[in-house]
């Protein structure tokens, strides 16, 4: 089990003695463990847990206790439970110091945990017997487990009533806390109901720890009663694009299918059980526990439905399209053909699967109550202006898409302060970029509504121009003025210097200033130029760019690429790059990230090349494309996509990839080399008509 939801959960709202001895304890484990070397008594967690004061929230269910009776018992608590969480992270695999280190670290706990309950119960009580059972049941509940995450049973076994065994044996050792209160109490009367309280509130924990993890909880293969709902087998682990392919499909089945849903009013429904039966024996501090669990529940709750309901909302209110293709004449067209089929079906589901959900708290000092934010605006703006390349080749079949993609994009634009877009508008810490501005802009100037740019572009731009330019040509990615500031634009400066980063970009200035290009290039003939002369300063010695918020260098290679070939096609930045891209090809006629081809950074890399032919400098590469086509044959997936490739990189929480971003790329790459093959078999018919006249 993670920590996560206990972590959450901070220290409520006890008297000052309480947080004294909460205090002492802490200084005492620090004290017990100065005999152990510095590794093995590294301290488990930075943030406070909920064990660090367990025995005090069931002070008012054994009134005869004081504080100092309850003193050894909490140091005890602490120490074991500090050992338990690091053996979960070791059978998890996710222990973050060598193995050995880690042993000798739950060791070392245990052992002094062991010496001090010895210290306080005698070795015939009932506490002994007691704590027998709940160690046996934790083994158990692991062995159990660790069957499921090894693959011994299927996952379709991992019934609820699996989980809920695995959940409450898993947390069963924090009963020996009650047992040990009730023996210095010398008083069972409550322990029946306290310790079925205490597995009602476990089982709500695991619940909600399921949802937050399920991602984490699917690479490491280990089974959750979430994920066994919609996998019945065990997926194939150390295949990352196996798990990247398995993530797609599961985010979307997740939330819109109600999984979720279900999941979280689960934990709700064992909360209300927990609080029902402590609702007269326990006090406020245990109260104020269950009810941050609950509010966090809800709020998972209403963000759940929020984006369901909003992403179903568009799709009711979309306008019906038919796709109307013609028999492909090339192979390029094949896949051209099969790409286009998958976008228009996500577009007809809201493009729910390119959108970018993060899991963002308070606890992280950020302002808003819902914790899950998306962002697509980037996405369905990549999307719309792959569909205006199709748009031109299939004669204007996509203006309607087009329009209302374009909409869309308005519509998300926003509306205090100096507009523009935020990749997730919810995140009030979260300023506007240039990034997203460039992409919108490139999207509103393709579909013709230059009007629109102009209404809703000029001022986040002046601003970006005027107060976030540096001397060298850079400019900012985020754009917030250098005076003036409300307080919400203070609070984005304060969130770009601790958790977001500052500074240029070299695909973010690209792509803005190859926006630039196509809105106005003589107005901003300056800009542009100063830009390009920062950029060209910024090339790699291989000839790349390195990007900061993507993956790889063949993004940034790229939207250089574009900006150069337009508008310094002489510079010998561009035939740098192009030797970069051609010298990087592999075996199998693709480009990848790491060991392996993907075909993302093979979309990606075509298009690149493409600009050779664009700019007429080179004329070579026809044997490259045509072996990246056949890769990007064989990479195809059945349902006519390509599969996810990590692509934006986020400063905080998971990295983003979707199937539809990589088969939009694609598509944008076999139509760009459709296009300029196409031509080339032109030129060489009008030479043989010349020779033959």
Same mark, same amino acid.
């Given at each position: ?30 004290? =017990?463990?100065?005999?152990?070397? &510095? ?13 660090? #004061?367990? *025995?005090?929230?069931?002070? %008012? ?42 042993? =000798? ?28 059972? #709940? ?8 062995? #159990? ?101 398995? %993530? &797609? ?180 810490? =979260?300023?506007? &970029? ?46 917030? *003025? ?71 260098? #063949? ?24 030797s970069f891209l051609r010298s990087h090809q592999r075996d199998d006629g693709g480009w990848g990230l ?93 030479i043989v008509s010349g020779a033959k006249q």
């Open positions: 089990m993670s920590l996560q939801s206990f972590e959450a959960l901070s220290s409520p709202p006890f008297s000052l003695h309480i947080q004294q001895e909460i205090e002492e304890t802490r200084k005492a484990v620090g004290r =017990l463990l100065e005999r152990w070397s &510095d590794e093995v008594a590294l301290t488990s967690s930075s943030q406070v847990t909920i064990y660090e #004061y367990y *025995p005090y929230l069931f002070l %008012k269910a054994f009134p005869s206790l004081t504080l100092a009776d309850i003193r050894p018992l909490n140091l005890a608590s602490r120490l074991f439970a500090s050992s338990i969480f690091r053996y979960d992270k070791i059978m998890d695999c996710t222990a973050t110091v060598d193995l050995s280190t880690s042993i =000798l670290f739950t060791q070392a706990r245990q052992l002094e945990a062991y010496y001090l309950l010895h210290q306080i119960f005698p070795p015939k009580t009932a506490f002994w017997e007691r704590f027998h059972d #709940y160690v046996v049941e934790y083994a158990k509940a692991c062995v #159990y487990e660790h069957r499921f995450a090894s693959g011994d049973q299927p996952w379709q076994e991992y019934s609820e009533a699996v989980a809920l065994q695995i959940a409450v044996g898993k947390n069963g050792i924090s009963k020996a806390t009650i047992a040990g209160l009730a023996e210095l109490a010398q008083d069972d009367s409550l322990l029946k109901p306290l310790i079925e309280a205490i597995n009602h509130f476990n089982i709500a924990c695991q619940m909600s720890d399921d949802l937050l993890d399920w991602k984490e909880d699917l690479y490491s293969g280990i089974p959750s009663l979430l994920l066994s709902r919609i996998v019945h087998e065990r997926p194939a682990q150390g295949n990352n694009e196996e798990m990247t392919r398995w %993530k &797609d499909i599961l985010a979307r089945e997740i939330y819109y299918d109600g999984h979720a849903r279900y999941i979280v009013e689960l934990a709700l429904e064992s909360l209300e059980r927990a609080d029902g039966i402590t609702a007269n024996l326990l006090g406020f501090e245990w109260h104020t526990i269950t009810a941050k669990l609950r509010h966090r529940c809800q709020a998972l709750l209403q963000d759940i439905e929020r984006i369901v309901d909003a992403n179903l909302h568009r799709v009711r209110s979309q306008p019906k399209f038919v796709l109307t293709l013609p028999s492909a004449q090339s192979q390029w067209q094949e896949i051209i053909w099969d790409g286009l089929r998958f976008i228009v079906q996500q577009w007809r589901l809201g493009f729910g699967e390119a959108r970018h959900i993060m899991h963002l708290t308070q606890e992280e000092e950020f302002s808003t109550a819902q914790e899950y934010h998306y962002g697509d605006v980037f996405q369905r703006a990549l999307i719309a202006d792959a569909l205006c390349d199709a748009n031109e080749l299939l004669h204007d079949q996509f203006q309607q898409v087009i329009d209302y993609e374009a909409s869309y994009l308005v519509s998300c634009r926003l509306t205090s302060g100096i507009g523009g877009w935020s990749y997730f508008s919810s995140v009030p810490e =979260l300023a506007p &970029d240039a990034d997203d501005l460039g992409q919108v802009m490139q999207v509103l100037l393709r579909a013709g509504r230059k009007a629109e740019v102009a209404e809703y572009c000029e001022t986040p731009l002046a601003v970006l121009l005027q107060d976030n330019v540096r001397a060298d040509g850079s400019f900012e990615t985020w754009i917030v *003025p250098a005076t003036g500031r409300t307080p919400q634009q203070e609070r984005q400066v304060q969130f770009n210097q601790s958790k977001w980063g500052t500074g240029p970009d070299n695909e973010v200035m690209a792509n803005l200033l190859y926006a630039l290009m196509l809105y106005d290039q003589e107005r901003f003939t300056q800009t542009i130029w100063h830009g390009m002369t920062y950029l060209e300063s910024q090339q790699q010695a291989d000839g790349s760019w390195v990007s900061r918020w993507y993956y790889g260098s #063949y993004y940034g290679t790229y939207v250089c690429l574009r900006l150069f070939t337009v508008a310094q096609p002489n510079s010998p930045t561009i035939e740098r790059a192009l790491k060991d392996e081809s993907d075909p993302l950074s093979t979309a990606l890399a075509l298009l690149g090349l493409a600009t050779a032919q664009e700019c007429n400098s080179h004329t070579g590469d026809l044997n490259r494309v045509e072996r990246a086509l056949v890769y990007l044959q064989h990479s195809q997936e059945d349902d006519n996509s390509w599969p996810s490739i990590q692509f934006i990189r986020p400063r905080m929480n998971e990295p983003y990839g979707s199937r539809t971003i990589t088969s939009t790329y694609v598509v944008k790459a076999a139509i760009t080399w459709n296009r300029l093959l196409e031509n080339v078999s032109v030129n060489k018919s009008d």
